[in-house]
Nanobody
Framework: VQLQASGGGLVQAGGSLKLSCAAS????????MGWYRRVPGKERELVAV???????NYADSVKGRFTISRRYAQNTVYLQMNSLKPEDTAVYYC???????????????WGQGTQVTVSS
């Protein structure tokens, strides 16, 4: 399973960006998909996650500003980021929890990371 992320870039504070992440390869069942972010010198932070049942969860720091969505047939997850702040600057990584058979434990697969920079 491979994940390809896109959509990062440079934006001014208050602006918006939309990240995309598509999974490909020998896909049997993806349960959760989501996004983490990492800032140098800080711990990785889970930003948002969406389950196979479309339940979502967000970090407190992005609630009300970010929206995660998913196109199940295309194995793609999106992160719409609005009202961006300089503190949102980070490398964003998508992931997918994939299981190869029914009843197997999921394995986590990662995208390559995409840089988001928010200028003040």
């Amino acid at each position: 399973v491979q994940l390809q992320a896109s959509g990062g870039g440079l934006v001014q504070a208050g602006g918006s960006l939309k990240l995309s992440c598509a999974a490909s390869g020998r896909i049997f069942d993806i349960t959760h998909m989501g996004w983490y972010r990492r800032v140098p010198g800080k711990e990785r932070e889970l930003v948002a996650v969406i389950t196979s049942g479309a339940n979502t969860n967000y970090a407190d720091s992005v609630k009300g500003r970010f929206t995660i969505s998913r196109r199940y047939a295309q194995n793609t997850v999106y992160l719409q980021m609005n009202s961006l702040k300089p503190e949102d600057t980070a490398v964003y990584y998508c992931y997918a929890d994939h299981r190869a058979t029914w009843g197997a434990s999921p394995s986590k697969y990662w995208g390559q990371g995409t840089q988001v920079t928010v200028s003040s």
